[in-house]
Structures are given as structure tokens and as C-alpha cells.
T-cell receptor, first 115, second 109 residues
Framework: NAGVMQNPRHLVRRRGQEARLRCSPM?????VYWYRQLPEEGLKFMVY????????ESGMPKERFSAEFPKEGPSILRIQQVVRGDSAAYFC?????????????FGPGTRLTVL | GQNIDQPTEMTATEGAIVQINCTYQ??????LFWYQQHAGEAPTFLSY??LDGLEEKGRFSSFLSRSKGYSYLLLKELQMKDSASYLC??????????WGAGTKLIIKP
């Protein structure tokens, strides 16, 4: 499977717990983007990472949210002390370069439900 | 502020033609994407326009007018599988992608 992979596909957490979302980009892609999508709404940019570097985190809430893309392994989006408002679909996309003109390839998303 | 407007929902008949409009007010413009998203699935790339005019790709065409801040996606010979949301996204002057809320297209037999 050469596509973008995300896991888990569905994640249920209780308020106050931590959520960890994983994204493996397409082979050969070193640029990863995270988006959040609420029901009936568009995609909201959260963060853009390149291997071991956060390039742009302007869309990510300052508290409770963090992201990393280590040299080895998948990119991780971590949400600490989740609240009901964090319930959403979280999509990861990758591209071969950081050029915004490039098509982004999306993963299937992780649907987070906070009880 | 940044704003991208698309109709929330449209209905069309199988075999017909439908045009989905997108108007944008952004700080600068460096290109516009159209993506298709089936319910519960990931968005997939349809087209990219940066110059004025019509880009045709099979049954789908995308048009851009930069002076009017306007684009449309034209779908011909509609098939039931075209039922999906269609997302318009604009690259602004900071080279960030600004996404519209999407247009849900319902195809009826």
C-alpha cells in the first residue's frame, strides 16, 4: 500500500485522557500536513511538518496540542486532556516537496470521539 | 479576513451537467484547488488552476477568473458515484491553503 496511512481509524476517549494519532506519509514524501474537519465543515489547517522540523504550526491551538515527525517512524499528533470540542475527523496529508502548489495526498483520517 | 464561499448543497440528475461555484476573498492568490471527498473518506485531488481559463480533464473541468475571485467546477455526464462533497481551496499570499466548507452534491437517478 503506497498511500498515506493513518491509525487508528476511529478513536474514543473520555474527557481528560490523551489522544495520539499517527500518520505515515507516502513513500518518498517528507512533508506532512495535519487538518481537522468538523461535521459539515471544511478542512482547517493545523500544522505542517518536515522530517524532525515543525515548519508552520499557526493553525494549531497553543495548549494541549502538539505534533512531531521524527527521523524514524510516523508523524504523531498528540492531544492532551481532551475535551468534547476536540471530537472531529483529523486528516493527515503528505507531499513530496514543501511547495504548496503540489497536490497533497490525504490519508483516510482518524475520527476522534470524546465522551 | 479570508473567506471562501461555496453552496452548501446541490442536487442534480444522473446523466446531466452541474456547475459548482466557488468565490474567494483572500490575502493574495497563488492558485486554486478542487478536491472531491466521498462521505467518510479522504479528499482526493481533482484540479489545480493558477491562470485564467478553463482546464478540462475528462468529465470534469475547472474554470478560474482571478479578476472576479471566482472559480467553478463543471461535471458532465453525471454518474451516481459523483455524489460527494467538492472542496475548493485557495493558496493565499502566505502560501497557505485556505479551504472552503465544501459543496455536497447529491445525484438522483
Amino acid at each position: 500500500n503506497a498511500g498515506v496511512m493513518q491509525n487508528p481509524r476511529h478513536l474514543v476517549r473520555r474527557r481528560g485522557q490523551e489522544a495520539r494519532l499517527r500518520c505515515s506519509p507516502m513513500k518518498g514524501h517528507s512533508h506532512v500536513y495535519w487538518y481537522r474537519q468538523l461535521p459539515e465543515e471544511g478542512l482547517k489547517f493545523m500544522v505542517y511538518l518536515q522530517k524532525e522540523n515543525i515548519i508552520d504550526e499557526s493553525g494549531m491551538p497553543k495548549e494541549r496540542f502538539s505534533a512531531e515527525f521524527p527521523k524514524e517512524g510516523p508523524s504523531i499528533l498528540r492531544i492532551q486532556q481532551v475535551v468534547r470540542g476536540d471530537s472531529a475527523a483529523y486528516f493527515c496529508a503528505s507531499s513530496p516537496t514543501g511547495e504548496v502548489y503540489n497536490e497533497q495526498f490525504f490519508g483516510p483520517g482518524t475520527r476522534l470521539t470524546v465522551l | 479576513g479570508q473567506n471562501i464561499d461555496q453552496p452548501t448543497e446541490m442536487t442534480a440528475t444522473e446523466g446531466a451537467i452541474v456547475q459548482i461555484n466557488c468565490t474567494y476573498q483572500t490575502s493574495g492568490f497563488n492558485g486554486l484547488f478542487w478536491y472531491q471527498q466521498h462521505a467518510g473518506e479522504a479528499p482526493t485531488f481533482l484540479s489545480y488552476n493558477v491562470l485564467d481559463g478553463l482546464e478540462e480533464k475528462g468529465r470534469f473541468s475547472s474554470f478560474l477568473s482571478r479578476s472576479k475571485g471566482y472559480s467553478y467546477l463543471l461535471l458532465k455526464e453525471l454518474q451516481m458515484k459523483d455524489s460527494a462533497s467538492y472542496l475548493c481551496a485557495v493558496i493565499d499570499s502566505n502560501y497557505q491553503l485556505i479551504w472552503g466548507a465544501g459543496t455536497k452534491l447529491i445525484i438522483k437517478p
